[in-house]
């Protein structure tokens, strides 16, 4: 389902016309005022009323020039008009604009009746709390309130009718409950009404029917039941009706005959029945028509067609049968268009090719028939076909990827027969291929053309049960980038080819069961760390497990049953919750699991030689080995603090073991890739230690931190010791991985995996480089550090906190993948401890509750999170980070003058998801830590694909010019 942010998109615009005509509104108000004789309220005493409520809220610098010596007209987000009273007119309160200021606190508190000239509140993503106060509706002048996306709760209160001049009112995105109040129906100078995402239950009321002014009405996502009203019909001119995510049913009512200025219908999720009326095809101005996931019987009406204007149609999850009708190929400005599930059949009809615009078509889980057209060539915007789970057959057309846009091509359970086309080489966007479950047969060279290694953007593909022999092509361990790969239930024969190790970033599935493999299982699977479902069973292999198996540490299962191996299976975490089913029916398998035999000896590594050995530990986060490890370094520290030893270069030998690249590694192999430690391998260095690249034996590339050589200071000795518990703990894709480490007096050193472009600082200070890191880079460095900032804080347990979330700590690759590395003053959140700690961090990355309380809470690391956006917003540390919480009435042009000027400008697209990222920070920048965001939205909120006001309230225009022209 779209996310229901999206959803009020076309209502921003609206709003902003009203935001842009307010000074008329004051002064129209201002003037009623008068006539309507509001007494001898002063500008002293209103000036009284808003620093009462003031000093209720909590520290706000938006709040910061709210000071009894000044006019409340010189106020930050306070305005005034002069208002008429007998024959003077003297100044007023009349707006009070304060969105995303950081309030926090009770709107209650706020004397409305000192306040009667007031015309337009705008308090909108706050963190107002409590319940909506009726007095608010003594405020007869106000024409716009926004309270939305605040913690408010309780009901609406039925005094809100009163408010006769309210022209826009939005409530979203609180916890709002109860019916709507009937007595809103009074309001009929109401343009836009906007109350979804609350918790509101019961009917519409019907009274709504007497707001004929209504513009937009929005009472999505929330609790509604019963039927549409049939009155909604007299809503004329309504350009936007949204009542998606309620439990709302019965039929679609005949009266939407009559919204001819409609162009926005989203009634989706709900239980409506009935046909998709015919009557639909007269709203010919509709521009988006959703109705997905209801129990909508029959045909599609054929005169669906006439809606000439439709550029999105999801008619997805009902009960559609029939055919598709030819005439929807006359929507020719159609980009996404959704049929799937459903139990529509025949023919995909060859008008099909008109839509030369649409960009996704999504047919999947139907009962279509036959062949693709040949006209799909014409639909070269194409980025996203899904036609799964039908009963399709022929070939793939062979131009099907012409444009070159093709993003994710899914064709799956269907009666395919191939060969898979080879213009696919041409699809050097595609991220998403599926073809299982089809009936293609013969040796996959045909089918697999080698220039699917070169699709650097795959990530996932699966080519399963199908009837496919040969030799699995060895080009696939080029698509570097895959999450996901399936090529099992075929024929497929000879060896599992070695290059498979090279994706490393595979972390879903790799399944190649029911194949008829043979030969040893390549050592270079061990390199696939993140992997989480490993499936090899059902095959002819023989030899062993390879060792290096067991840094294989996100692995949840590992099926090697039905094959030849023997000998002992991987030790580990994976055994804790192993099922002996995954390692049956083999030649001789053996190890500690319950059901299979015990090895006849268990090779053992002696960690310790001698009084005169080093330190030495073995980076392998898994359950009880940690601990034992990591106990075992602290012991022997203290140990030789004690008893000063001394070494020689033969007493390093194997001192350093890592599992990593199914070997040993050993402390002189760091040494002689770096010389000794030499000056000339140096790539970085900082207070705590000194960074080295070194280039071990094997060709692989590493990082090794050295610490300073220092005696007394302990501080050094606990980052160090902190940063090895901590990496122990984790595994994340965007989290630098910890090969190793070593302590030892002369020498304490860790091994991490090499990040090749260096730190996010480095980059954007340099001008070139700045110019490479365009805005959409830029978007996805945000989302891979928001999104390793959500593992640390909401999925391990107990929660870490980085404690120095910096641009100089944000590593990029060579895609520049974002890799958060330095946990040096990482903190484990204990629930059972005050987790107080000495201040820690980096200058002018430090939550400000820092220099006057010693807990540390995960705000801290979002406040660094908020100011590394806007430095990669900016392409600069945001020194003015002071002002941006009170940009008022500036914010749009404070935005466009902000941003790195070095790329190139970016497109209107770019430009609302560049406003999206500025709102993320300054919500994260927030001066109370309450008010701040939990990572977990903020990563929710970045995921999501359009970012128009994942953030920002409905009623809040975009920081960023409006985006009118909006993409699908």
């Known amino acids: 389902m779209a996310t229901l942010h999206a959803k009020v998109e076309p209502i921003l615009v609206l709003a902003l016309f009203l935001v842009l005509f307010q000074p008329c509104l004051h002064f129209l108000h201002a003037d009623a005022a008068g006539r309507h004789g509001h007494g001898g309220m002063s500008l002293r005493a209103q000036q009284a009323a808003l620093l009462h409520w003031k000093s209720t809220l909590g520290s706000s610098p938006a709040l910061d020039s709210w000071q009894r ?48 000239f007031l015309s337009n509140i705008d308090l909108g993503y706050n963190s107002l709390q409590g319940e909506i106060p009726p007095a608010i509706a003594s405020l007869h002048e106000l024409s716009y309130l ?70 937009a009405l929005d009472l999505g996502s929330s609790l509604l039941s019963g039927q549409i009203p049939d009155s909604l019909g007299n809503l004329t001119k309504l350009s936007i009706l949204f009542l998606y995510s ?39 101005e509709l521009s988006k028509l959703v109705l997905y996931e209801n129990q909508l019987t029959g045909p599609i009406p054929p005169s669906l067609g006439d809606l000439t204007r439709l550029n999105y149609l999801d008619l997805s999850q009902n009960q559609l049968a029939g055919s598709i009708p030819s005439e929807i190929g006359n929507l020719v400005d159609i980009k996404i268009l959704r049929l799937s599930v459903n139990m529509i059949s025949g023919s995909i009809p060859a008008t099909f090719a008109n839509l030369t615009v649409m960009r996704k078509l999504s ?82 060279s045909r089918h697999i053309p080698p220039e699917l290694g070169r699709m650097r953007n795959l990530q996932y593909l699966d080519i399963s049960i199908n009837n496919l022999s040969g030799l699995i092509p060895q ?64 095959n002819q292999f023989n030899g062993s497990i390879p060792t290096s198996f067991a840094s294989m540490v996100s692995l949840s299962t590992l099926d090697v049953s039905y094959n030849n191996l023997e000998g002992p299976i991987p030790t580990g975490r994976l055994l804790q919750n192993a099922s002996i089913g995954w390692f049956l029916h083999n030649k001789g398998l053996c190890g500690n699991l319950s059901g299979l035999p015990i090895c006849p000896s268990t090779p053992t590594t002696n960690h ?68 000794n430690f030499s000056d000339r391998y140096i790539i970085g260095s900082g207070g705590y230690g000194t960074v080295y690249k070194a280039q071990l034996q094997g060709g692989r590339l590493v990082a090794v931190k050295k ?15 902190s940063e090895i518990e901590v990496l122990m703990k984790i595994r994340h894709r965007s989290i630098v991985k910890l090969y190793g480490f070593c302590s030892h007096p002369m020498y304490k050193f860790l091994v991490y995996d090499y990040i090749d472009r260096g730190n996010l600082h480095a980059t954007l200070e340099n001008e070139e480089l700045a110019k490479d890191l365009d805005w959409q880079k830029r978007a996805t460095i945000t989302r891979d550090v928001a999104q390793a900032m959500y593992y640390l804080h909401n999925e391990c347990n107990p929660p870490i906190i980085h404690r120095d979330i910096t641009s100089n700590n ?159």
Request: aromatic share 6%; glycine share 8%; proline share 6%.
């Open 608 to 675: 310790y030689k001698g009084k005169n050995s080093l330190v030495l530990a073995i980076s392998i986060p898994v359950g009880i080995v940690i601990i034992i490890i990591a106990t075992s370094v602290v012991i022997m520290i203290i140990h030789k603090k004690k008893r000063p030893q001394k070494t020689t270069a033969t007493d390093r030998k194997d001192v350093l073991s890592v599992w990593n690249f199914d070997g040993k590694l050993a402390f002189e192999d760091i040494t002689r890739a770096t010389e």
């Open 246 to 284: 309620n439990q709302l049913s019965g039929p679609i009512p005949p009266s939407l005959v009559n919204l001819r200025n409609l162009q926005e219908l989203e009634l989706d999720d709900n239980h409506l029945s009935g046909g998709i009326p015919i009557f639909l095809a007269n709203l010919t």
């Open 69 to 116: 010596q000044t006019s409340p007209c010189n106020w930050t987000g306070v305005a005034c008009d002069a208002v008429r009273r007998g024959h003077r007119t003297p100044l007023a309160v009349t707006s009070i604009s304060l969105p995303n200021a950081g309030i926090h606190g009770r709107l209650g508190e706020l004397n409305f009746s000192a306040l009667p």
């Open 810 to 968: 944000i590593l990029l690759d060579t895609d520049f993948k974002a890799y958060i590395s330095d946990f040096g003053t990482a903190r484990v959140i204990k629930p059972d401890s005050s987790n107080w700690s000495e201040l820690a961090g980096t200058y002018g990355y430090i939550a400000p509750e820092l220099s006057y309380t010693s807990v540390i809470t995960t705000k801290c690391d979002v406040y660094s999170f908020g100011v590394v956006v806007l430095e990669i917003v900016m392409g600069r540390y945001p020194r003015e980070l002071q002002s941006f919480a009170s940009l008022g009435e500036n914010h749009e042009l404070a935005i466009e003058d902000m941003l790195d000027q070095r790329p190139s400008s970016p497109t209107m697209v770019e430009k609302k998801e560049i406003s999206q990222l500025v709102e993320v920070a300054l919500a994260c920048l927030q001066t109370s830590p309450q008010s701040r965001p939990e990572m977990q939205d903020v990563y929710q909120k970045l995921i999501r694909r359009r970012p128009s006001n994942s953030i920002a309230t409905p009623f809040h225009a975009y920081a960023l010019e409006e985006i009118t022209d909006k993409e699908v």
């Open 707 to 721: 610490l300073h050589p220092t005696e007394e200071d302990m501080n050094d000795e606990k980052r160090f010791l």
């Open 146 to 215: 926004d309270l939305g996306r605040n913690w408010l709760h309780g009901q609406i209160p039925s005094e809100m009718g009163n408010m006769g001049h309210l022209i826009a009112l939005g409530l979203a995105f609180n916890n709002l409950t109860g019916c709507i109040p009937a007595s809103l129906g009074n309001l009929t100078m109401l343009a836009v009404l906007i109350l979804h995402q609350n918790m509101l239950t019961g009917p519409i009321p019907e009274e709504l029917a007497k707001l004929t002014a209504l513009e």
């Open 363 to 444: 047919l999947f889980d139907n009962m279509l028939s036959g062949p693709l057209p040949r006209e799909f060539a014409n639909l070269t915007r194409l980025v996203e076909l899904t036609l799964v789970n039908n009963s399709l057959s022929g070939e793939l057309p062979s131009d099907v990827c012409k444009g070159g846009n093709l993003k994710v091509l899914n064709v799956g359970v269907n009666m395919f027969t191939g060969p898979i086309p080879r213009s696919l080489k041409t699809c050097r966007s595609l991220k998403s291929f599926g073809l299982a479950s089809n009936q293609i047969t013969g040796d996959i």
């Open 475 to 538: 080009e696939l361990g080029s698509c570097t980038k895959l999450l996901s790969l399936k090529i099992n239930h075929n024929s497929l024969s000879g060896d599992l080819p070695m290059t498979i190790g090279n994706l490393e970033r595979l972390q879903i599935v790799l399944d190649v069961s029911s194949n008829k493999l043979t030969g040893g299982l390549p050592a270079q699977l061990g390199n696939l760390a993140i992997l989480e479902f490993f499936n090899l069973s059902h």
